[in-house]
């Protein structure tokens, strides 16, 4: 142990933090929309379509992601009434049934968009990418 310079738990947590630096990298792709200095007004439908008919390439993905949103608010939906209707039938526990609305509404959403990801083949799909390249769109629009 004498010629070690960082102890036992300073090396692991390194370690730690590289291996989630690594796995979590992808956010860095969107650091220059989210940390500007004055943020990009918002869009609307109307600015999504637009570029998803002005981009051939990027477009039709960002198109299937859209779509692939509202299976997931519909799990959502649907998990979270049916879990909080279950609860409150059996227990009329009213902060059971709130949690069980929060809990099933987030189940909800991770199944459907297991159910997008699987029907919409989004897993063929670079939807970061298109998103991004949306990002750029509209900051070069906005200006």
């Keep these: 142990m004498g010629g070690e310079s960082e102890s036992f738990v300073g ?20 650091t220059r929309f989210t940390k500007r200095d004055a943020p990009l007004p918002s869009w609307s439908s109307s600015d999504v379509d637009e570029f998803i008919a002005s981009d051939p390439v990027h477009g039709p993905t960002l198109k299937t992601a859209r779509e692939a949103a509202t299976f997931g608010v519909t799990g959502a939906a649907l998990g979270a009434v049916s879990t909080a209707a279950f609860a409150w039938k059996y227990s009329k526990s009213p902060h059971g049934a709130a ?34 390249k949306f990002m750029e769109w509209w900051e070069r629009k906005s200006q």
Excluded: C
């Design 99 to 132: 949690l069980s609305l929060l809990g099933g509404g987030v189940f909800g959403w991770t199944f459907g968009q297991e159910v997008a990801n699987h029907t919409l083949q989004l897993y063929k799909l670079d939807t970061m990418a298109a998103q991004v």
């Design 11 to 30: 090396g692991y947590w390194s370690g730690f933090k590289g291996f989630w630096g690594e796995k979590l990298s992808f956010f860095e792709n969107y």
